[in-house]
């Protein structure tokens, strides 16, 4: 089954949101300290994703351009207003003021990187899951974490992730008739360099130190894809 990959990431990140939830009776300190830990360690990975990249104006150019159509369309006003209308459809008893920053810490956390392109890639071209299947176990266990300090918005992640890697999944089975491989590779190393950035400064928001509305920052993205397209042409 081509979406087996996507499947078990997206089961175990729910799994693990529900684990997570059993632990909310942790002091809060303890809480505070273990979310400080995940800050630092999401900001080390985004540092060295953003290390990929062969060409960095390549990153900065689309993260520009995408922050501007970001702001433009407001994306992260949409996504905490998606995040509040799943807490307002939760029994009282489970809402909690994390809910909205949970689902898109989670989301943009595990649909941001280049395990979720590189793995949904090789489920739809090879059949090969191991690597959505090995970034499901680091998804869960970091569900588990960010569950039990953020809320139950963490399992709603699920959903976004599921129609992200689904989609390039099902794509990938047709993509290498038009994409050179060597076109795909460059794309993917720009794609993680530029999704880098965003996990950097998810983990420097996680820490305390920003607020930066990195929803916003989504259609980078896909601009990075157009970038690349243009210079290989050229």
Request: charged residues 10%.
């Amino acid at each position: 089954m081509v979406l087996f990959g996507t499947i078990v990431n997206v089961l175990l990140i729910i799994v693990g949101a529900f684990v997570g939830r059993f632990l909310h009776n942790i002091p809060e300190r303890v809480k505070e300290t273990v979310m400080y830990g995940i800050g630092l360690a999401v900001t080390v990975i985004g540092i060295q994703m953003t290390f990929e990249s062969s060409q960095i104006l390549i990153v900065i150019v689309s993260i520009v351009i995408g922050a501007v159509l970001g702001e433009w369309m407001d994306i992260d006003k949409k996504v905490n207003q998606f995040g509040h209308w799943i807490e307002r459809k939760l029994p009282t008893s489970k809402k909690g003021p994390g809910i909205a920053q949970g689902f898109v810490t989670a989301t943009l956390i595990f649909a941001v990187g280049s395990m979720a392109i590189i793995g949904a890639t090789d489920s739809g071209l090879r059949n090969d899951h191991d690597v959505l299947v090995m970034k499901g176990i680091i998804d869960g266990f970091t569900s588990i974490i960010l569950s039990s300090t953020l809320g139950i918005g963490v399992a709603f992640a699920a959903i976004p992730v599921f129609l992200y890697q689904g989609i390039i999944t099902l794509l990938s089975t047709q993509i290498s008739r038009f994409i050179p491989d060597e076109l795909l590779s460059y794309f993917i190393s720009e794609m993680t360099a530029t999704g880098g950035l965003m996990i950097l400064a998810i983990g420097l928001n996680l820490i305390g130190l920003t607020k930066i509305r990195v929803a916003n920052f989504i259609p980078a993205i896909f601009v990075v894809g157009i970038v690349v397209g243009i210079v290989h042409i050229l």
